[in-house]
């Protein structure tokens, strides 16, 4: 006897035997289940992109006045607001312009203190061109240079200079004279005779200085003796001091990155009494928190769809045990009287009774009710338009009345079956 033989005979008749297919029926469930979960994974991979991609960039810190890192300027923003300057903390180009005053003639109310102006657009540099405030660019490179500066241009880059380069000042500028070695080395510049070259390296200076439209234009090859690391050192203090010692309103522009939230909130300088740039500052959470609970909702969402109820098709099943129709009965009425259902009671015991009658007096069961009213109207002793309101009538409005209405329909039933 073959192995397909015996199996057919061990297995009980009218159930299948799955060693007949082979194994092939949970297969395709475990396929099913394997794509998925394949499918929850990928939409929770690609949710995490989404909001990476969403995520705002990195705050630009660098020579922040309200920073304590390294290269931040902290130290000497502090300093500012103990000698009584007004330092007033910008992060955009609107605020550092409402803070330094409206353009136009007059001497400069602000020095205007520009850092990492890589990070400006041509129009925001066009508009810093214009403001009515003496002008402190760190940094600068060629396009900067251009629109803020453009009677200097760049002679040598930050790479061909050792990073924190000591340098003396040789020149006849006060500030640099006084403050002594400075560590400026950085960028270097070019510039005509009119403006003052300072710190040299490699045969071009790091800072140069000069006057033009009414203010001064100071452009800084390195933000080393502004930043905390370096402020302490030498003579990068006195220098820092010295270049912002023209009016006593300073305002400090940190330029962030597209997309990114303030590094610090627009106001007074550390240690300072001036006022904030208005609409400056970062609200009290950080930018990254609303997209992180999105990313959290997200995944909720996606563990509900996996883990939530599937709708399919009905399923008729065999009951474990047998319910009496009695039972059945009673707690549909009890449900009803639960909810105070009279009117669903109502419909249920006139659709069955008329469902018993209907048959027995040869109509079809779509009958209309006045055919109906007089059949049964005829058959039994009632009127037909008490028939109509037995049968077809308004809803009871109390349990007395339900009960009135189910003897009444009894009744018109035994007449109604009897003849």
């Known amino acids: 006897m073959t192995g397909q033989a015996v199996a057919e005979a061990r297995a009980p008749s009218g159930i299948p035997d799955r060693t007949r297919s082979g194994g092939a029926g949970p297969a395709p469930a475990r396929r099913r289940r394997a794509v998925a979960a394949a499918a929850v994974a990928a939409l929770i991979l690609l949710g995490g992109v989404a909001v990476a991609m969403l995520l705002p960039s990195a705050p630009n810190g660098y020579l922040d006045p309200a920073s304590g890192a390294a290269d931040g300027s902290h130290a000497l923003a ?52 214009g403001a009515r405030a003496d002008l402190l660019v760190i940094g600068p490179g060629p396009a900067a240079l251009r629109t803020l500066a453009p009677a200097v241009f760049v002679a040598g880059l930050p790479a061909a200079v050792r990073h924190g380069n000591l340098v003396s000042p040789r020149c006849r500028l006060i500030a640099a004279r006084l403050a002594g070695t400075a560590n400026v080395a950085g960028y270097t510049y070019s510039s005509g005779s009119a403006a003052t070259g300072c710190y040299p390296s490699g045969g071009y200076p790091s800072l140069v200085t000069y006057a033009g439209r009414g203010r001064t234009v100071t452009i800084a090859g390195s933000g080393d003796p502004f ?16 270049l912002l010692d023209a009016t006593r309103r300073i305002v400090w522009l940190t330029p962030q990155p597209p997309g990114a939230g303030s590094a610090g909130a627009g106001g007074t300088g550390p240690g300072g009494g001036g006022t904030g740039a208005p609409g400056g500052g970062p609200g009290l959470l950080p930018e990254g928190v609303v997209l992180l609970f999105a990313q959290l909702g997200v995944a909720v969402l996606l563990a509900a769809a996996w883990r939530g109820r599937r709708f399919g098709p009905l399923i008729t099943e065999r009951l474990p045990v047998v319910v009496r129709a009695s039972e059945t009965v009673e707690g549909h009425a009890r449900l009803y009287q639960a909810r105070r259902a009279r009117g669903r009671a109502a419909e249920v015991l006139r659709a069955a009774m008329l469902g018993r009658v209907l048959p027995a007096l040869g109509l079809p069961p779509g009958a209309s009710p006045d055919a109906v009213a007089a059949l049964i109207a005829s058959r039994s002793g009632h009127s037909q338009a008490q028939v109509s309101a037995i049968v077809y009538g308004r809803a009871p409005s109390s349990d007395a009345e339900l009960v009135r209405l189910a003897r009444s329909l009894d009744e018109l039933e035994g007449e109604a079956c009897s003849r």
Not at 98 to 126: C, E
Not at 227 to 242: D, E, I, P, Q
Request: charged share 10%; hydrophobic share 45%.
């Open 78 to 129: 502090d300093i500012l607001g103990e000698r009584g300057f007004d330092v007033v903390r910008a992060y955009s180009t609107a605020q550092a312009l409402a803070a330094a005053g409206p353009s136009g003639r007059g001497a400069p109310a602000a020095t205007l203190v520009v850092t990492s102006p890589g990070l400006l657009t041509a129009g925001q540099r066009s508009q810093l061109a």
């Open 227 to 242: 930043s905390n690391a370096y402020l302490g050192r030498y003579g990068n203090a006195a220098l820092a001091l010295n």
